[in-house]
């Protein structure tokens, strides 16, 4: 699931500056669960846009924007409406957007900003958050990683700056992640693991590596670029 | 005399802290350095304080050393990456720098560019590696150099965390990465300090208590509430309340804290924050 927001209606109004035939683009995922870019919000959206004398050419709901090939034969349906259209304006995350772009010759306007969820969460999302930093420390640290439970992604123990367990940076919301490890490594009895000096993080493992870069996916992505229309 | 030959000679060091201007108007902080002059055996000179940004600190150090003090170049991992970072490191010695504080530095929140991106390539230990690694002439990518520094190394620590325990983990982790001097976060309560100086004996290394002139009972409130690891107890706020002379009453405060806790440390270091005019009256007062 990723969130977003609408973006200041001025904001849209701005992208949309000089142009006067637009198409909607929303999401029936994560979009819709955020109310970004659900039916509702689309036919909102058509509604204040024409208020603001824009002609609205179409529209279609993605069941996931996210999803090129989807993205693609939906356009192919409203294929005359895109065409008159001057931009589209998705309202989706911003995979979404990337994603109509990539299936489409047409300039594309994001109309949500996605909100960090300060690293990847499970598919039933918790409070656990992953980096992918390409060298989990999980070991040293209790199971709790320092890159996203502390603020600073300190490797060595706790700063300066947490008070009564919460962090220096907005403590009315957050834990400091060295003092949640810090618990729990005692209570594991473990406390030797926070004396050791961490490595030295290697940050180029936190870009994807090559062989994610090219996967089987890829390869059908390629080609769905070839058949999507242009 | 350096700041590492005055603690080798078993002297009680005095350091104070001079903050740079948010500007190139450096008069006053220049000033505020020469009242040191003589008084003091290091002048800290901090790193972009409370994530304010403001003239560097390498700078600053250098306009010091160019006067004759001893300055103390206080370095956060905030705003640098390791690339940075060591060549700054490199910058200062060759500018006569010696002395460096290893700090990890606020979030950048609490400045005055909340929306600066927060680096933390590094934090506090692995800076003092580097900095140890540079001194033994290989850069943290195991690269030799030509011609390598030699640096006396500090850190910091705060005895009035609650728990400890984290704190003391941390600085004996900061010993085995090079530091050789703590300077301490503020503490006013004499017999904690004198524990937190007991559990960290073994550790064998100099540590300068630090001390954060009062200026009101606001500023001491102000302080427990929202700046970690330091507790002004209530007696001493209600000496500030009922102070007529505040400015007095602070310094009186500070001396006395001085001597209290000389007996247990081997220096003091003074944040006077804004007041270092005020500084010479606190070492006079607690006659040193
Ligand atoms: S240490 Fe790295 S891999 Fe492990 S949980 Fe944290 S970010 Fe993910
Ligand atoms: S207070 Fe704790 S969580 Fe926040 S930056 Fe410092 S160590 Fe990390």
Known sequence: ?230 | MSLEQALSKGKFVITAEVGPPKGVDIEEMLEDAELMRGRVDGVNVTDQQSSVMRLGSLAACHLLKQRGLEPIYQVTCRDRNRIALQSDLLSAYVLGIENVLCLTGDYVSLGDHPDAEPVFDLDSVSLLQAAKALQQGKDLAMKELKGSPRFFLGAVVTPGADPLEPQLIKMEKKVKAGAQFFQTQAIYEPERFEQFMQAVNHLKVPVLVGIILLRSAAMARFMNKNVAGVHVPESLIEEMDQAEDKAKKGIEIAARLIRDMKGTCQGVHIMAIGLEKRVPAILDAAGL
């Open chain 1, 1 to 230: 699931m990723l969130v977003s927001e609408l973006k200041p209606f001025e904001d849209i109004l701005e992208y949309l500056d000089g142009e006067k035939n637009v198409f909607l683009v929303g999401c029936k995922g994560c979009a819709e669960a955020c109310q970004t870019g659900g039916e509702a919000q689309v036919l909102e959206m058509k509604q204040k846009l024409e208020e603001e004398e824009k002609a609205i050419t179409g529209y279609t709901i993605i069941d996931f924007a996210c999803e090129k090939a989807l993205v693609a034969s939906k356009l192919r349906g409203h294929w005359s409406e895109v065409m008159d259209a001057d931009s589209l304006l998705v309202m989706s995350c911003g995979i979404g957007v990337q994603a109509t772009s990539a299936v489409i010759d047409k300039v594309v306007h994001p109309a949500c900003n996605t909100i960090s969820l300060g690293g990847a969460v499970g598919t039933w999302p918790g409070s656990e958050r992953c980096r992918q930093c390409g060298d989990c420390v999980l070991d040293l640290t209790a199971g709790i990683c320092p890159l996203t439970a502390c603020t600073k992604g300190l490797l060595n123990g706790p700063c300066g700056g947490a008070k009564d367990g919460k962090c220096e940076f907005e403590p009315e919301v957050r834990d400091c992640g060295w003092h949640l490890i810090y618990e729990r490594l005692k209570k594991l009895g473990q406390l030797d693991k926070m004396r050791e000096i961490a490595p030295l993080k290697d940050r180029s493992k936190m870009q994807p590596p090559k062989h994610l870069r090219s996967t089987i996916m890829w390869a059908l992505e390629q080609e769905e670029r070839e058949v999507a229309p242009r």
